[in-house]
Nanobody, 126 residues
Framework: QVQLVESGGGLVQAGGSLRLSCIASGRAFTFNSYAMGWFRQAPGKERELVANINGVIGSTSYADSVKGRFTITRDNAKNTVYLQMNSLKPEDTAVYYC?????????????????WGQGTQVTVSS
């Protein structure tokens, strides 16, 4: 019913910027009603939520490690959520996933998300 496709990953130098996009599709999916999140996972490490954005209202939350550097936005008319990443650090290197929340407002838990994209690789060099 819902498909999420990420894009925009790549290789950048430390201090650089990258913008990730996630396009949601599915005829029964009312995009603006649901929270959306961005997660990341590096090899051998736990997956972590880095940012989420509520449905309808659009309020945002961020992991402490990315506050002030990353910005999550959404364009409901395009069924798309973005993650603008600035001042990138090598420790930001990971596979980044977008996910659809089960409700309008969700907590930062994997359980709160019911659909996931395939992931896009972000690599930050020193």
């Amino acid at each position: 019913q819902v498909q999420l496709v990420e894009s925009g990953g790549g290789l950048v130098q430390a201090g650089g910027s990258l913008r990730l996009s996630c396009i949601a599709s599915g005829r029964a999916f009312t995009f603006n009603s649901y929270a959306m999140g961005w997660f990341r996972q590096a090899p051998g490490k736990e997956r972590e939520l880095v940012a989420n954005i509520n449905g309808v209202i659009g309020s945002t939350s961020y992991a402490d490690s990315v506050k002030g550097r990353f910005t999550i936005t959404r364009d409901n008319a395009k069924n798309t959520v973005y993650l603008q990443m600035n001042s990138l650090k090598p420790e930001d290197t990971a596979v980044y996933y977008c996910a659809k929340g089960r409700t309008t407002v969700v907590a930062m838990r994997d359980y709160d998300y019911d659909y996931w994209g395939q992931g896009t690789q972000v690599t930050v060099s020193s």
